[in-house]
């Protein structure tokens, strides 16, 4: 079965988890669920699988989607919940089948965070916010294979909503997933550069559905 | 999870070691246990995680119900710092609670350089460092590890050592914990109970006194205590527990495959070699039973390499039966199957190949000495004319990455031995022109020189270690012989090799250099980036200690040494003649050709020795 696509969950502990020990992680759960992936050819043949969007460490996600491929029919009902069996903590499969849509035209993430502020208003946080990420541009300083590079990071938000909380802002929002993307950790990283009075004191991220440009649901 | 924890996490490097949440790793409910029992390990993750003994007495302690044991690792410098700051004692992996809360602290001590680690680790869990500022039954804090042969240096942090094999002594001495908890004994009298199970050593009931000249005078055993602590073992170590379903960790560690260990002990008696002789009697385990631990291992973890591990891998008497059963499995499913510690007179041509199959890596040969009459001065039992012949056998067979390693220092040595190795390289290289297979791909020859650490209960412990100027003059002479453009040359630095030599035969005295080398921050010293010589010497000097009576002072044969009132099996009289034949260059005897009687296999209590 060549176009196979997973859809899981990495929250808690997995968050920390990253991109390629997930890989390993992901190689090593499929193997002991006694399901076998198939192998590149040649001289130094890897299992076929690949994230579509990598996550970074420390961001959780309820959405996550990896292809991959298997030498052998198997019942997809079946499978997330053995392969959820002998995975890490955190980690949970919700969803196998075979993919029918192309990784490009996954566009866009919706993302909920926490920005976590000690002793500051939430109420007043929020509505700040909301001030801050209304402006026409949000030109940052980001870092970038050649060194550090100025970005607008707002064309890459398509929608953004702050409500307060218990000494923190949740935020909920919509943003580019890809060409452009953007790092959630980037929204926190433009208040520390620009509104340093707004910078929470932590701040942790939660991907949660995927969209195409059309807005509709990817899978 | 701890909001402060949660706040760093982002911060540091690899954060998915300082998580627990693991693959198999045991989870139990605290209300239904009665001692928590935290397992440290004095170094990373990494290192940890890849300890065989380290996952064999985690499953075998929490076989107990009433034991909860969890993983504790010693932080990476960044993480350290940012505990530090925010105020966050040490944690156990699996439930995240801070060590306060827990009955034990067990410390798995395999290497002398990770002392001050656990000096720091106690201080992270809010614990005083020394066991009578412990007054309390509670937390009992305990090591065990192939340190612990010696455990003078450390023995006034712990309450207790734990000899030898931990697999059934451990959990004698958890169930005597948990009665004692129970019952509210006092600490004093938990430690005369405790010191009654075989095995255990509780260095508070041994009044040591010195000799003026620094030496030891007397060891006396109170309130019963045993005048000598035997070592434990398994006696069917086909029979002994091993975990087939291990900690899969969730990010890479050193040894990430699946290890089966073949045997303990080893039948060769190197005489530089500790591991040679306190892991003795020889028990191996059957290869039917190895092959079914090896596939479940591999089923229940998903690892794609399995590595076969004991002292000497050649020397396991099924080991083409255990190839060829392991292979069935593996081939088909890309695993790899790797065997360190082969020996470079038995190395076979069918092995070669067998292994071949699946993958191919480099070759690595102890050689240790550069001359047939220092190799037999040690019991080193290769012949160059041996090195060669497998040399040839692996350059046709078209591997092209030798590595030979040595020691420099070992007793008897010669300039004309040192010149030797750098003769013995070229003769590799003259080996490889004339039988490899594919000579455009060139020839990779390493030869890799460490500075020889005189140890206890082996038949050097009485030699001195050559100064740290002596072992750099040694490196100069070889590095100027080497000639071959295809030969490199790596040599350890001398001084972490001075200061192990200091610890692995200390006394008591040494407590307060360790507590002074951790107090200016020692931590983490097994690793160049957080080792510091300067740290040690002037410890040493505050102390009033001289590092030279513990590193290069040779021990009069007649000497009451340190680690006197433990017995590993392996006789004294054993090791004193093992040492005499050193100095007559005499070789002896492989214990498969003819048994010594070297003393271990009493051990058995009538069972045989597989040697």
Redesign the interface.
């Known amino acids: 079965m060549d176009k196979l696509r997973l859809r899981f969950e990495k929250t808690?502990?997995?968050v920390?988890?990253?991109h390629l020990?997930l890989m390993?992680?992901m190689?090593?759960?499929?193997?002991?669920a006694?399901y076998d992936l198939k192998?590149s050819e040649g001289f130094n043949?890897h299992p076929q699988i690949s994230i579509l969007l990598p996550l970074s460490?420390?961001a959780a996600s309820r959405c996550e989607l990896m292809d991959f491929k298997l030498k052998t029919d198997v019942d997809l009902q079946e499978l997330p919940r053995r392969l959820t069996a002998?995975?890490?903590?955190?980690i949970v499969v919700t969803d196998c089948y075979e993919s029918q849509r192309k990784v490009a035209q996954l566009k866009y993430l919706r993302i909920q965070g926490v920005f976590e502020y000690d002793d500051r208003d939430p109420a007043a946080m929020a509505g700040e916010l909301r001030n801050f990420f209304a402006a026409p541009e949000i030109v940052i300083t980001k870092k970038t294979k050649r060194g550090f590079g100025e970005a607008d990071i707002k064309p890459a938000i398509r929608e953004i909503a702050f409500t307060a909380a218990d000494q923190a802002v949740t935020l909920e929002a919509v943003i580019s997933a890809q060409e452009p993307t953007l790092n959630p950790e980037l929204l926190a990283e433009a208040l520390r550069q620009k509104a340093p009075a707004l910078a929470p004191?932590?701040a942790?991220f939660t991907r949660v559905e995927t969209y195409d440009a059309d807005m509709e649901i990817y899978r | 999870m701890d909001k402060r924890l949660e706040r760093i996490l982002p911060r540091v490097q690899k954060p998915a070691r300082y998580t627990g949440g693991e693959y198999n790793q045991i989870i139990k409910d605290k209300a239904a246990v009665d001692i928590r029992l935290a397992f440290c390990f004095p170094d990373t993750y990494e290192i940890g995680m890849s300890n065989l003994g380290m996952s064999i007495l985690y499953h075998t302690m929490n076989s107990l119900d009433f034991v909860w044991c969890e993983r504790v690792f010693a932080p990476w410098g960044d993480m350290y710092e940012e505990m530090n700051k925010a105020g966050l004692p040490l944690y156990a992996l699996e439930s995240g609670d801070s060590l306060d809360q827990f009955d034990a602290l067990a410390f798995s001590v395999g290497y002398e350089m990770a002392y001050t680690t656990v000096l720091d680790m106690l201080h992270m869990a809010g614990l005083p460092l020394r066991s009578k500022d412990r007054p309390n039954l509670l937390p009992l804090v305990f090591a065990g590890g192939s340190a612990a042969v010696n455990a003078e240096p450390v023995a006034d942090f712990m309450d207790l050592f734990v000899i030898g094999e931990g697999e059934e002594m451990n959990n004698e001495l958890l169930t005597l914990l948990h009665q004692a908890k129970q019952e509210g004994w006092t600490k004093r009298d938990f430690l005369i109970r405790a010191a009654r199970i075989p095995g255990v050593y509780v260095p508070s009931l041994y009044d040591v006194q010195y000799k003026s000249d620094g030496t030891l005078d007397s060891i006396t055993p109170l309130e019963g205590a045993p005048e000598k602590v035997t070592k434990r073992i398994v006696l069917d170590f086909d029979k002994a527990p091993f975990p087939t379903s291990p900690i899969v960790p969730s990010t890479e560690v050193v040894h990430d495959r699946v290890n089966l260990e073949l045997f303990r002990g080893c039948v060769r008696g190197c005489r530089f070699c500790q591991a040679g002789h306190i892991y003795r009697p020889i028990r191996a385990k059957k290869p039917e039973t190895l092959i079914q631990q090896g596939i479940e291992c591999l089923k229940n973890t998903g690892h794609q390499d399995v590595t076969l591990l004991s002292l000497s891998t050649s020397d396991y008497r099924h080991l083409n039966q255990l190839c060829d059963g392991m292979l069935e499995y593996c081939e088909s499913r890309s695993i790899g199957l790797s065997l360190p510690s082969l020996r470079a007179d038995n190395f076979s041509m069918e092995l070669m190949e067998k292994l071949q199959k699946v993958r191919k890596s480099g070759l690595t040969f102890a050689v240790e000495g550069g001359s047939q009459r220092l190799r037999d001065a040690i019991n080193k039992n290769v012949t160059e004319e041996d090195l060669l012949h497998t040399c040839a056998i692996a350059f046709a067979g078209g591997w092209n990455n030798v590595k030979l390693y040595y020691m420099l220092g070992l007793p008897t040595e010669t300039d004309e031995d040192i010149v030797g190795i750098a003769e013995m390289a070229n003769q590799v290289l003259h080996c490889w022109r004339q039988n490899a297979s594919n000579k455009n791909r060139g020839v990779k020859i390493t030869i890799s020189t460490s500075c020889f650490i005189p140890k206890p209960h082996s038949p050097f412990q009485w030699e001195a270690q050559i100064s740290k100027e002596e072992y750099l003059r040694r490196v100069e002479l070889l590095r100027s012989s080497i000639t071959a453009r295809n030969v490199t040359y790596n040599w350890h630095d001398a001084e972490t090799s001075v200061i192990e030599a200091a610890l692995s035969r200390g006394d008591r005295k040494l407590s307060d250099v360790i507590e002074e080398v951790w107090k200016n921050g020692g931590r983490l010293e097994a690793w160049s980036d957080y080792f510091s010589y300067q740290r040690w010497v002037d410890a040493f000097a505050k102390c009033g200690l001289d590092l030279d009576f513990y590193a290069s002072r040779e021990r009069g044969e007649e000497e009451l040494l340190p680690w006197d009132m433990i017995d590993v099996g392996v006789r004294k009289a054993h090791l004193l003649h093992e040492r005499q034949q050193c100095y007559a260059s005499a070789l002896s005897p492989d214990c498969r050709k003819q048994c010594s009687a070297c003393g271990a296999a009493r051990l058995l209590k009538g069972g045989k020795c597989d040697g």
């Open positions: 808690g502990r997995a920390y988890i990253s020990d390993q992680t190689q090593r759960a499929f193997a002991r006694e192998y043949p460490v420390g002998v995975l890490p903590e955190g004191d932590f942790k």
